[in-house]
């Protein structure tokens, strides 16, 4: 995947589910289709803090909320600033799950 190539993003926001004010934890973005392990189970994440990581898609739609534009725009400037061109989704579709393990399984055959 070169720099040049727009990237499916999503936004997620962890918050805080014991507080009363369901205060924001963590923003996050979630890049389906890049992969981040060698079988492509899991997906490259990231965010402020710890920057890039990977992550399990399914658990982290599953724990989180879709982020609003105002609570993502730091992260997606952040981002963008490293050199991403980001296309905003708001769930990935079987199709960016099926290129990411693609993409794995082309580099083993390699």
């Known amino acids: 995947m ?3 190539e727009t990237i499916p993003v999503v936004f997620r ?3 805080d589910k014991l507080s009363s004010t369901r ?3 963590e923003t996050f973005a979630l890049f389906p289709t890049i992969h ?3 079988t492509g189970n899991y997906c490259s994440s990231y965010s402020h ?4 990581s990977s992550a399990d898609y399914f658990h982290c739609i599953n724990k989180s909320r879709p982020a609003t534009p105002d609570e993502y725009a730091d992260l997606k400037a952040e981002l ?3 050199g991403y061109i980001l296309r905003v ?3 990935a579709i079987r199709q960016h799950h099926n290129e990411r ?10």
């Open 13 to 15: 926001v962890w918050v």
């Open 80 to 82: 963008e600033r490293r």
């Open 101 to 110: 393990r693609a993409t794995v399984a082309a580099l083993a055959a390699a």
């Open 2 to 4: 070169s720099k040049s």
């Open 36 to 38: 981040a392990d060698n």
């Open 49 to 52: 803090i710890g920057q890039h």
């Open 89 to 91: 989704i708001q769930r």
């Open 23 to 25: 205060n924001i934890i």
